[in-house]
């Protein structure tokens, strides 16, 4: 363990280095649950089809349900004709009896079974989303809604459940919004991503995550948005974080204030910022890689939200995602609306083999504080494949290339681990043999289900993998090859497929 002492400055801190758990556990879930998740309720749809179609108010109508109490200051959002229909005039702060009432049927160690038999191995929870609302009791006052927490502990009893299990512990913190400090309305991109509050909450926010380090230890201190404070604040932050929890990792979310921070506070200013990223936004179909997270003098992960790299990462990554396309729980969507088992499994492979983890989103209800129906199968997936499969998961480096092809169009994204490569077929192939294009490496070959022999052929430049039965009842499925040397002994195959791939990486 590392037991270094950390300074505030950017030479110390960046001398944090990764810890080997965080890059060998690949696999997290994300919880959003609050009173936001009591009316459960957003326009289904995509964001960054939102973003295209409807910028000038995309977040009032935007899928995401944890912007409830925003959109419902817009009169003319679905979110508020629902409000009214359901809760006529009453206030968002009217969900915190609503929301408490459903915590009182939690079971944190239910929660943290279905976590580990999912095969996470961490869990980060919102601690205090937009809305300001706190899961534990904070002994620090909120100067504009008073009484705004949870009196139950609920940080406290999921980090105790969670570490049962064996998982780690991580806290998310809505650093850069807070919308008891600033109750403005943000109806596009730009007035949201600067709609930082001024005075005192940069002091209250810095005391916030001190009090959530001092009490819980997480593992990870997951900001969002960006950090109220200047560059020194978070400098001594993250050295007060590092000295308490020495294998603890910060993702990328703290982008500091500065001068342009105050200048894009003008509406004129945002007005043409708007413009230009509207025009952006048309040009380019990924919004996510069309507007990525501003660099930041230090942090141990990046956390790009429903993105795929097309090659391998240098530095750790993090996908961040729902299970659907809202964080929070939002009742409009069906199972229809969820990203299915397949889709997020192979998302989580291409991820997995150019350096990234998983963070998955699970948003329970906020009436009775259950885990939807459509997000527990999916997890119930995920726990039998990584079962079956999670040798060529947990603990694995990518290698020097993420992926070939084989004949038929499938895509193999590749990992390693110590004297062993996986080759991990994207998809259902069918038949006893698959050629594997533009690659070949020589060794032993099992089907890591069964462990079934694979016969390993070259044919010119490609090699046919030739099985013992066939394969369409398998869905992704995973082979393995050791090779050995003259001696007998083992080596990495890797090492053997070299010259292949020399120049091929990503």
Request: glycine share 8%.
């Amino acid at each position: 363990m590392n037991h270094k002492s950390y300074q505030p400055t950017r030479e110390s801190l960046s001398s944090h280095p990764l810890p080997q758990w965080f890059d060998e556990a690949k696999f997290g879930i994300f919880i959003h649950w609050g009173p936001y998740s009591v009316p459960g309720f957003a326009p289904v749809g995509n964001f960054a089809n939102t973003l295209k179609t409807d910028y000038d108010r995309a977040m009032l109508v935007y899928p995401y349900a944890e912007g409830y109490w925003n959109a419902i200051k817009d009169q003319t959002t679905p979110s508020a004709r629902y409000h009214q229909a359901v809760y006529g005039s009453m206030p968002y702060q009217g969900f915190k009896p609503l929301f408490m009432d459903g915590v009182k049927q939690w079971d944190p160690m239910a929660w943290a079974k279905i976590f580990r038999n999912a095969g996470a191995k961490y869990v980060v929870i919102v601690s205090k989303h937009h809305d300001g609302f706190c899961l534990w009791p904070t002994k620090v006052a909120n100067p504009h809604e008073p009484h705004w927490f949870s009196e139950r502990d609920i940080i406290g009893e999921l980090a105790d459940a969670v570490r049962s299990e064996g998982l780690r512990f991580g806290i998310y913190y809505s650093g850069g919004i807070d919308w008891t400090f600033r109750r403005r309305i943000s109806r596009t991109f730009m007035d949201y991503s600067f709609s930082t509050p001024g005075g005192d909450y940069a002091a209250y926010a810095d005391a916030q995550i001190r009090e959530l380090i001092s009490r819980y230890r997480p593992d990870i201190l997951w900001n969002d948005i960006c950090w109220p404070g200047n560059v020194d604040s978070f400098f001594r932050l993250f050295a007060y974080y590092y000295n308490a929890v020495p294998e603890g990792v910060v993702n990328d979310r703290w982008k500091h204030s500065t001068s342009a921070n105050k200048l894009l506070s003008l509406k004129l200013v945002r007005a043409v910022m708007d413009m230009m990223i509207k025009r952006m936004i048309m040009n380019n179909p990924d919004i996510h890689s069309a507007l990525p997270q501003p660099a930041i003098p230090h942090s141990d992960f990046s956390t790009p939200e429903y993105t795929k790299h097309k090659e391998i990462q240098p530095g750790k990554w993090e996908m961040t995602r729902g299970i659907g396309n809202s964080f929070g729980y939002n009742r409009n969507e069906q199972d229809n609306d969820y990203s299915s088992f397949e889709t997020l499994l192979i998302d989580f492979i291409d991820a997995l083999s150019k350096n990234g983890n998983l963070l998955l989103n699970v948003g329970p209800r906020g009436e009775d504080a259950q885990i939807p129906p459509e997000q527990l199968s999916r997890l119930s997936k995920f726990g039998d494949w990584l079962q079956r499969n999670g040798e060529a998961v947990y603990g694995t480096r990518p290698l020097i290339r993420a992926e070939a092809e084989t004949e038929t169009g499938e895509t193999i994204r590749f990992t390693r681990k110590e004297n062993r490569l996986y080759l991990i077929i994207s998809g259902r192939p069918n038949g006893i043999t698959i050629k594997v294009k533009e690659f070949f490496c020589e060794g032993t070959a099992n089907l890591l289900t069964d462990g079934s022999p694979v016969q390993l052929k070259r044919e010119g430049e490609d090699m046919n993998l030739i099985f013992k039965h066939r394969l369409e009842h398998i869905f992704v499925p995973v082979i393995v090859i050791e090779e050995e040397d003259d001696d007998g002994m083992k080596r990495s195959p890797a090492v053997a497929a070299g010259a292949n791939l020399e120049g091929s990486e990503g």
